[in-house]
């Protein structure tokens, strides 16, 4: 059974649905908030399967998804007790929190941008960055730099590579997918094992 082959097909097929844009929008906007699967799982697919319109669902995708950081970092900064402390207890997000207001005494608004660009949960970053009442306009400028950073990469591999790449990923996509989910265990692991 292929099961990472099914579900990119399943992907490629989704993308091509002609209200696919207005998905991937309200998805980029509720991923920076709280939905727990990236918006890059849905954008890639998407890029790839309309390589000439990478870089404009691109540039939907990192307005959208700054919009919804826009709206977690309000909700953090106005209704951190009444609304997001349920919604961490409900995700168990707890140690995330405090692990990102840590970074956020490190590293400043540059977390922002590194948790914009990177697997980091973007979401947890905007939620906190609100609690923590961080200068809202650097946190707006910090979260595009990093969400465009992500999105116009992926649609520039996208444009570069075309509909060939689209064929040659979707070849490899169970070396790929299991690989992934391999180096996900040892990641977790290693993190439970040395913290």
Not at 66 to 79: D, K, P, Q, R, S
Request: hydrophobic share 55%; charged share 10%; net charge positive.
């Amino acid at each position: 059974m292929k099961l990472f082959t099914s579900l990119y097909d399943k992907c490629l097929k989704w993308a091509r649905h002609k209200y696919a844009v207005y998905i991937l929008g309200f998805v980029s906007f509720i991923e920076s908030i709280f939905f727990p699967i990236p918006t890059a799982i849905m954008f890639a697919p998407m890029a790839l399967a309309k390589p000439n319109n990478a870089l404009k669902l691109a540039l939907i995708t990192t307005i959208f998804s700054v919009l919804g950081g826009i709206a977690a970092y309000f909700l953090g900064f106005y209704a951190f007790d009444s609304l997001v402390t349920p919604l961490i207890e409900q995700f168990s997000w707890q140690d995330k929190i405090v692990k990102a207001e840590g970074w956020f005494e490190t590293y400043g608004i540059w977390i922002v941008v590194i948790a914009g660009f990177s697997p980091i949960p973007y979401k947890i970053l905007t939620l906190t960055a609100g609690a923590m009442q961080m200068a809202f306009v650097p946190f707006v400028i910090a979260s595009i730099v990093g969400r465009a950073a992500q999105f116009f990469l992926i649609a520039g591999f996208a444009k570069w590579g075309g509909e060939s790449m689209e064929q040659n990923l979707r070849k490899y996509m169970e070396v790929i997918g299991w690989s992934v989910l391999m180096l996900a265990i040892v990641a977790y692991v290693a993190y439970q094992l040395f913290n």
